[in-house]
């Protein structure tokens, strides 16, 4: 089945350790995607990826860092730095870059730091 | 800069009951797309819709249906004759290229309404 797979659905870290999130897609998409949910919020952007070794800050990328050496694999990596990291987090791709392509989205990690 | 605004945060309604959600939205560009995501409480995001600013007609899908009115910049989704397995939270979302970023597109959400349908 094609789709897009987080590991784990949940996350549990003590405060001022780094944690990796993992994000991977068998859909060959180009376009891959980091997203941020807290209660009551939408979705705010944390970096995107077009391309395979590029990526690009969102609105809120302050404490987070990405990788993209393959396709198929967008890994977040939350660091310490990061001042409110327990939230939901959610990873999506889609076909390329274009307006008009509708995001993919996988079943989210639940980051709780202690 | 682009925004969603979703003003409604929680809906309830009873089944059988129609129920509209809103969703204004701000752009400068005369080329974006809207869309309606559905997050049921498992947590992943589900596409329902997408609509180009070049097309204002209204499209229907079963219960679901949308209405794109330029004029007010709103997208409104209204689901007809609800039902519990409706219950999700909802989000509008605006897609637009990013100058700034070097025309990149980004997709920018609303804060989502929670729908709650009771038996």
């Known amino acids: 089945d094609g789709g897009i797979t987080q590991s784990p659905k949940y996350l549990f870290r003590k405060e001022g350790q780094n944690v990796t999130l993992s994000c991977e897609q068998n859909l060959n998409h180009d376009a891959m995607y980091w997203y941020r949910q807290d209660p009551g919020q939408g979705l705010r952007l944390i970096y995107y990826s077009q391309i395979v070794n590029d990526f690009q800050k969102g609105d809120i990328a302050e404490g987070y860092s990405v990788s993209r050496e393959k396709k198929e694999s967008f890994p977040l990596t939350v660091t310490s730095a990061q001042k409110n990291p327990t939230a939901f987090y959610l990873c999506?791709?889609?076909?390329?870059?274009?307006?008009?392509?509708?995001?993919?989205f996988g079943p989210g990690t639940r980051l709780t730091v202690l | 800069a682009q925004k969603v605004t979703q003003a409604q945060t929680e809906i309830s309604v009873v089944e059988k009951e129609d129920v509209t959600l809103d969703c204004v939205y701000e752009?400068?560009?005369?080329?974006?797309?809207l869309f309606w995501y559905k997050q049921p409480p498992s947590g992943e995001l589900v596409f329902l819709i997408r609509?180009?600013?070049?097309?204002?007609q209204n499209e229907i899908s079963g219960r679901y249906s949308w209405n794109f009115q330029k004029s007010t910049s709103s997208f409104n989704f209204t689901i007809t004759a609800s039902q519990v397995v409706d219950s999700a939270v909802y989000f509008c979302?605006?897609?637009?290229?990013?100058?700034?970023?070097?025309?990149?597109?980004?997709?920018?959400f609303g804060k989502g309404t929670k729908l709650t349908v009771n038996p």
């Open positions: 999506a791709s889609s076909p390329d870059r274009v307006l008009d392509n509708e995001q993919f």
């Open positions: 979302a605006l897609s637009e290229a990013s100058p700034e970023q070097g025309g990149s597109e980004k997709l920018v």
């Open positions: 752009t400068r560009d005369t080329t974006y797309y």
């Open positions: 609509r180009n600013s070049f097309d204002e």
